[in-house]
């Protein structure tokens, strides 16, 4: 399991590290293929394939707005703004795999606004 970055402790993602061999490499291999971008608009709470960082990672779509589109990358415990054109049609095979990150928090720890210098010491 690793912890992810832009966390705190009232509330982090893990991604698991461990698990279906076959399916991870799938997934890795995403990066490599070629997707044609959405023409549609997407609908809240589909599945997706966001281009994040130069790569294609599955994603749910949470709301859309003037700025862009907000997205859970799933295997990654990010939430980013994309633009329409930054998203493709999942194929159907890859949508079925589980999600590879899990949303964590720490046992009595309430979740508040936590200052910058608390969020540079808990991703240390």
Do not use: H
């Amino acid at each position: 399991v690793t912890v992810m970055k832009n966390g705190t402790p009232g509330q982090f993602f893990c991604q698991l590290s461990a698990g279906n061999s076959e399916e991870l490499k799938i997934i890795e291999n995403l990066s490599n293929m070629a997707f044609e971008s959405r023409i549609c608009p997407p609908v809240i709470g589909q599945g997706v394939l966001a281009r994040w960082e130069g790569r294609w990672c599955r994603a749910t779509v949470l709301e859309g707005g003037r700025s862009g589109w907000r997205c859970e990358l799933v295997d990654y415990g990010q939430v980013v703004v994309l633009a329409a054109l930054e998203m493709a049609d999942i194929p159907p095979s890859v949508l079925e795999m589980p999600a590879l990150s899990v949303c964590c928090t720490l046992a009595s720890v309430k979740e508040r606004d936590w200052s910058e210098v608390a969020r540079e010491d808990w991703e240390k």
